[in-house]
């Protein structure tokens, strides 16, 4: 089945120790998505690739970076997590809407990172 | 700003019992609104999707309702089950100039049935 996969689903880092969170995705859509959600919050962006052109959310803080290698694959990076940054980070794509419908983002199942 | 709120934050009810699910949203340009279900860890999964011209949409016992001149949205669940736990959440669309949309969430409604 086509579908948005992330791993791990659980991650446990040090305050400070780099970590890197993967998706990848079998539908072949032109974006995907980062977004950071806390407990009992909405879901909010991080940045998104169009293709390879990598979007910044103003607001998302320079510890925060992504690689997008290929179609199918694109990372978060956490260069220097902080206490702050325990949440559950959710991957996302969608493919290039050609009518208002076409524009579902279908999500991956999230990663929990815990940071000590 | 681009703002969607949801009421209430939570909500028990008891297994069999319906339930309302409301959202207000103030988002330019309106593409569409959508109500995700997210079970407990993990990603949201798409029930409805409707556009401006659309009153009301059907995904078995949830039923979504649009006043674009209101701009408020709402998700009724019908004979509800133990599995329909979980949050609901009001995403609503707005269509971006490079051709994808970017969805502004509401912060959801916790939704908890008890036998």
């Known amino acids: 089945d086509a579908m948005v996969i992330q791993n791990p689903r659980y991650q446990v880092t040090q305050f400070g120790k780099p970590v890197t969170l993967s998706c990848s995705q079998t539908?072949?859509?032109?974006?995907m998505y980062w977004y950071q959600q806390k407990s009992s919050q909405a879901p909010k962006l991080l940045f998104h690739?169009?293709?390879?052109?990598?979007?910044n959310e103003a607001d998302t803080p320079d510890n925060f970076q992504s690689r997008r290698p290929n179609t199918s694959f694109c990372f978060l990076d956490i260069r220097s997590p902080g206490l702050g940054d325990a949440a559950m980070y959710l991957c996302?794509?969608?493919?290039?809407?050609?009518?208002?419908?076409?524009?579902?983002?279908?999500f991956g199942p999230g990663t929990r990172l815990t940071v000590l | 700003k681009n703002q969607v709120e949801q009421s209430p934050q939570s909500l028990i009810i008891l297994e069999g019992k319906n339930c309302t699910l409301q959202?207000?949203?103030?988002?330019?340009?309106?593409?569409?609104l959508r109500w995700y279900k997210q079970d407990t860890g993990r990603g949201p999964v798409s029930l409805t999707i409707?556009?401006?011209?659309?009153n009301t949409k059907s995904n078995g016992r949830y039923t979504a309702t649009l006043d674009a001149d209101t701009k408020q949205s709402s998700l009724h669940i019908t004979a509800s089950q133990l599995s329909d736990s979980a949050s609901y959440i009001c995403?609503?669309?707005?269509?971006?100039?490079?051709?994808?949309?970017?969805?502004?969430f509401g912060a959801g409604t916790r939704l908890a049935v008890h036998p």
């Open positions: 409707m556009t401006f011209s659309e």
């Open positions: 539908l072949n859509h032109n974006v």
């Open positions: 995403v609503v669309s707005s269509f971006q100039v490079m051709g994808y949309n970017k969805l502004i």
């Open positions: 996302a794509t969608s493919s290039i809407p050609r009518l208002a419908l076409d524009n579902e983002q279908f």
């Open positions: 690739y169009y293709d390879k052109d990598f979007n």
């Open positions: 959202c207000n949203y103030t988002v330019s340009p309106f593409s569409n």
